[in-house]
């Protein structure tokens, strides 16, 4: 017999509601021409949708959307980032939906659900999960550099998932799915939100990222500083404008711009579009000296 009033029921509608909602904004997107598929989200009322770089690279300028309910447009490639695997492309016509962006980083262990094409033909599929691991490191084959600050969820993630929107209990998006674990159940992973909302401004603005360089490789280390063992970033290879600065391979970073470098996307933080033609200050430990440089940021080369 039926327990009207429950709190599961109240639950289960007020999902459903949520879903419905933020159902509008999703985006099939297909490329004819290779057969390729994958998902996206709109996010603002001029039409422009956010979806992973893997999804468009090698695809034509121009792919062709689907939305609930809308017949199928064409969506032109705006802008790629190939570092966070994220990518804008632009709708022919205004949607009537959007989602924005949560600024609020995810929190472990919240509510989050995953809406996309699973397997390019299940379209308008959603998956329910939790947050279940943050600031995760992942590695893309399309990608040369690590995609840093990722969330993990056990929200299926499956092919054509990939773009698609994790959003949370009051339908903010807290990432875009990228990737699910090979060999593993429930284990996907979503660009942070909080990585969207720099890198997307900048492909809508200017369709790249552009990010300075001071002529370093670095890798994570852990090292010992007052008795404890702390993260920090160890030079693993210096460029000639590097060496004729003073780095040497081996150097530990304590800090960049005189803050700690924790994590290699703290390092990162410090070399945006404005940094470049800037001089750039690090902190070194050698051996047991501290020494401190100073390099001029050029443009990271492609």
Request: aromatic fraction near 4%; glycine fraction near 10%.
């Amino acid at each position: 017999m039926p327990f009207p009033g429950s709190i599961l029921r109240a639950m289960s509608d007020e999902l459903s509601e949520l879903v419905a909602r933020v159902l509008p904004t999703a985006v099939a997107l297909h490329d004819p021409k290779n057969h390729s598929s994958g998902s996206g989200f709109l996010i603002d009322g001029t039409g422009h949708v956010v979806t992973n770089y893997h999804v468009v690279a090698d695809c034509e300028p121009v792919l062709r959307a689907s939305l609930p309910g809308r017949s199928v447009q064409n969506a032109k490639v705006l802008g790629v980032d190939q570092f966070t695997d994220l990518a804008v492309l632009e709708l022919e016509e205004p949607p009537e939906a959007y989602v924005e962006f949560r600024a609020e980083p995810a929190k472990l262990g919240e509510l989050c659900f995953a809406l996309g094409s699973p397997l390019g033909d299940l379209r308008e599929s959603v998956t329910a999960g939790v947050v279940s691991g943050l600031t995760r490191t992942i590695r893309h084959q399309l990608t040369t550099r690590p995609i840093e600050r990722c969330i993990q969820v056990d929200c299926a993630i499956n092919p054509g998932n990939s773009g698609g929107p994790v959003f949370d209990v009051e339908g903010y998006v807290i990432g875009v799915a990228t990737a699910g674990r090979s060999g593993a159940d429930n284990v996907g992973f979503a660009v942070a939100a909080t990585t969207a909302l720099t890198i997307v401004p900048e492909l809508i603005q200017y369709g790249k990222v552009e990010r300075g360089s001071l002529g370093i490789g670095i890798a994570p280390k852990q090292i010992e500083l007052d008795g404890l063992q702390v993260p920090r970033q160890e030079v693993t290879h210096v460029t000639a404008r590097a060496a004729e600065a003073g780095v040497q391979p081996g150097d530990v970073i304590l800090s960049i711009q005189g803050t700690v470098a924790d994590e290699r996307a703290d390092f990162y933080d410090h070399l945006g579009r404005d940094s470049i033609g800037k001089e750039i200050s690090l902190e070194l430990l050698r051996e047991a000296d501290v020494v401190t440089v100073t390099l001029t940021a050029a443009a990271l080369e492609r």
